[in-house]
Nanobody
Framework: QVQLVESGGGLVQAGGSLRLSCAAS????????MGWYRQAPGKQRELVAT???????NYAESVKGRFTVSRDNAKNTVSLEMNSLKPEDTAVYYC???????????????WGQGTQVTVSS
């Protein structure tokens, strides 16, 4: 089994910063991509930022220039530094990993339980 442990969510004033972290543990063998998604009230889950094993990064247009995603392949962790936070960033943020539990195994999506980020005006 693969477990994703998220941390760093909380309440912050607009313009403030938060850093989310996610650590993968368990039977994961290889991770091809890691990233963050979020789901705001009344909206569907959307991509925030992803980073591949080789370092290819993509961001949602709404967070470009404000958020930074990074990963530590050796530690199987991914972080999201969020700066200049806006009330519209309020959402539950979910860690996501695409990986396999064996060298030639099928790639699967693994999800964390989510961490609440609330940005007040």
């Amino acid at each position: 089994q693969v477990q994703l442990v998220e941390s760093g969510g909380g309440l912050v004033q607009a313009g403030g910063s938060l850093r989310l972290s996610c650590a993968a543990s368990g039977s994961i063998f290889s991770i091809n991509a890691m990233g963050w998604y979020r789901q705001a009230p009344g909206k569907q889950r959307e991509l925030v930022a992803t980073i591949t094993r080789s370092g290819i990064i993509n961001y949602a247009e709404s967070v470009k220039g404000r958020f930074t995603v990074s990963r530590d392949n050796a530690k199987n962790t991914v972080s999201l530094e969020m700066n200049s936070l806006k009330p519209e960033d309020t959402a539950v943020y979910y860690c996501n990993i695409i990986g396999s539990t064996s060298r030639y195994g099928t790639q699967y999506n693994y999800w964390g339980q989510g961490t609440q980020v609330t940005v007040s005006s």
